[in-house]
């Protein structure tokens, strides 16, 4: 079989000056194969087979190896925080820290942001309680916290929405006024920085995911970070079971240590990590230049004066002035083989099981249901081009620029 070359779908150049040549006219697509958001970004092999090999000749696979141990240390010296507990995925990292803190009852927390937030709670039986986010920052609106706050409530979580920081000097205040916990959901934030100041060090703890499809992978991974260490002890009990010493258990543990072989992916992912950015830095201010020219069309701007990790291209688009809805955009790059992702669409609030549990949420939500709506996720990373965004802007130009034969070809395929 002939073996099909990587970088194949770089290989034709396509420019649109009539809507039949998009590809939902029927056109050759802009990509001949599927381009995806959130590729995994990966660091040099070699260095991690090397380490796999290490790992396999010590028979240390797991259980706080020093591969782990080495790890937390890279993690805990970048975030500048007293303490890492790396854990085998981001969930089990907001599970254990939302236990460990003794959240019952109702905790807040964004209703745009990704189910696991929400989850992460309802496992343990606590409400989620669904609040509205800050139109600009897409990150929870103070002035809603504290309307939700009730005599049952017992903590705040935060989520650094596409790498953004969360208003954490206002939240902080309505935690230590009210007497609440405040921790944040940190996945979409590693090697980013609120006032100059690494993100990990805010509120009572912060998580991490290391998924394969956030900026900085461990295949799967996360990490609680925080300066308490009586906390972080806690915590390490938690991930291994709650077993204090050889046959001595002192609290209701799980089993959420990451591996050996995560943590060296880890280590090479560090090793990259600079790559990485300055990829998704290039990527951002290249999609930024060209998208501005497109009407009813913005990419939502990260802070550049800050550490930031780029992984997010985020673009809302505003019908009115587009012609086209966010909808029909995500379908007219899904002909052109470009996979575009509405997050968080439609709302955690109307997911399974709050949707049943909470059906009114949606009302006091007016900011969150207009943003997952109108916000698309676009493909960027170190495995996405310059070149490969201009084809992408290209067709989403030309599908603008054309919206009304764009809509009636829509409208025609959809009752096919
Ligand atoms: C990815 C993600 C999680 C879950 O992390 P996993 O490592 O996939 O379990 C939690 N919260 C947010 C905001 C995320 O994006």
């Known amino acids: 079989m002939a073996t099909i070359p990587r970088n194949s779908r770089l290989s034709k150049i396509k420019t649109v000056s009539k809507p039949e040549q998009l590809a939902l006219f029927g056109g050759q697509p802009a990509f001949s194969s599927r381009v995806h958001v959130g590729r995994p970004n990966i660091g040099d092999k070699a260095r991690l087979y090397e380490r796999l090999d ?60 990704f189910v696991a937030t929400a989850h992460a709670l309802q496992w343990q039986e606590i409400k989620p309680v669904f609040c509205d986010v800050d139109p600009k920052t897409h990150n929870l609106d103070p002035a809603r916290v504290e309307e939700l706050i009730t005599p049952r409530t017992t903590g705040i979580i935060g989520v650094h929405l596409w790498g953004n920081p969360c208003d954490v000097e206002a939240l902080e205040e309505i935690a230590k006024r009210r007497g609440l916990k405040l921790m944040f959901d940190a996945a979409h934030a590693f090697a980013c920085s609120h006032k100059g100041k690494m993100i990990g060090g805010f509120g009572e703890a912060e998580t991490f995911s290391f998924h394969a499809t956030k900026f900085f992978n461990t295949f799967e991974g996360g990490a609680i970070v925080t300066n308490d260490s009586e906390l972080a002890e806690k915590m390490r009990l938690m991930r291994n079971f709650g077993f204090k010493s050889k046959d001595k258990v002192i609290y209701l543990g799980s089993n959420g240590k990451m591996t050996e072989i995560c943590a060296a992916m880890g280590l090479t992912s560090f090793d990259a990590m600079d790559d990485f950015i300055a990829s998704g830095a290039r ?53 052109e083989n470009v996979l575009a992702r ?30 997952s709506r109108t916000i698309m996720v676009l493909p960027t990373g170190d495995a996405f081009s310059v070149e490969e965004i201009d084809r992408l802007v290209n067709v989403v130009e030309e599908a603008v620029a054309h919206a009304p034969a764009v809509r009636a070809e829509l409208e025609r395929q959809s009752n096919a």
């Open 283 to 335: 990527n951002y201010e290249h999609y930024s230049k060209h998208i501005a020219r497109i009407p009813g069309l913005s990419v939502v701007p990260h802070d550049t004066s800050e550490a930031c990790n780029y992984h997010y291209m985020v673009v809302q688009v505003d019908e009115a002035l587009a012609g086209l809805s966010r909808d029909d955009l995500v379908k007219v790059l899904e002909a």
């Open 342 to 371: 509405r997050y968080f669409y439609p709302g955690v609030h109307r997911m399974e099981p709050y949707l049943s549990l909470q059906p009114m949420a949606g009302l006091v939500l007016p900011v969150t249901e207009e943003l």
């Open 54 to 113: 290490d790992i396999l000749e010590r028979r240390w696979l797991t259980n706080g190896g020093p591969y782990v141990q080495a790890f937390e240390t890279r993690v805990r010296e970048m975030c500048n925080v007293k303490e890492c507990v790396a854990t085998c995925n981001g969930s089990i990292a907001l599970e254990i820290l939302i236990r460990a803190l003794g959240m019952t009852g109702e905790v807040i927390v964004p209703a745009y942001t």
